[in-house]
Nanobody
Framework: QLQASGGGLVQTGGSLKLSCEVSGFSSDYFALGWFRQAPGKEREGVSCIKSRGGVTNYAEFVKGRFTITKDNAKNTVFMQMNNLNPEDTAVYYC????????????????????WGQGTLVTVSS
């Protein structure tokens, strides 16, 4: 199971930290990713972290602003989001997979098997 939390309302330029608690079979993951879906838009991949080695990947539109990390002791993956803007407004989802693939697939929804419920991030202008 995946449990996402940490969303909320923030002003432009503000920060939020999302958490994704991983439990059960999902805790033995190869990769965990964050996705988002804005109103009227398709879901898009934002970031990913590999369980082994902590290798990370980011979509271009969040590079330098978002940071994905993991705390193995807490079975939790975090995404620190800084310098938020209204275009970041979306429901954010975490997803995991035990399948292995190369990093080129990290933004594809089909690369993940387990999904958490979303957490809403709203950035006001």
């Amino acid at each position: 199971q995946l449990q996402a939390s940490g969303g909320g309302l923030v002003q432009t330029g503000g920060s939020l930290k999302l958490s994704c608690e991983v439990s059960g079979f999902s805790s033995d993951y190869f990769a965990l990713g964050w996705f988002r879906q804005a109103p009227g838009k398709e879901r898009e991949g934002v970031s990913c972290i590999k369980s082994r080695g902590g290798v990370t990947n980011y979509a271009e539109f969040v590079k330098g602003r978002f940071t994905i990390t993991k705390d193995n002791a807490k079975n939790t993956v975090f995404m620190q989001m800084n310098n938020l803007n209204p275009e970041d407004t979306a429901v954010y989802y975490c997803a995991s997979t035990s399948r292995t693939w190369n990093s080129g697939h990290f933004r594809s929804s089909s690369a993940y098997d387990s999904w958490g419920q979303g957490t809403l991030v709203t950035v006001s202008s």
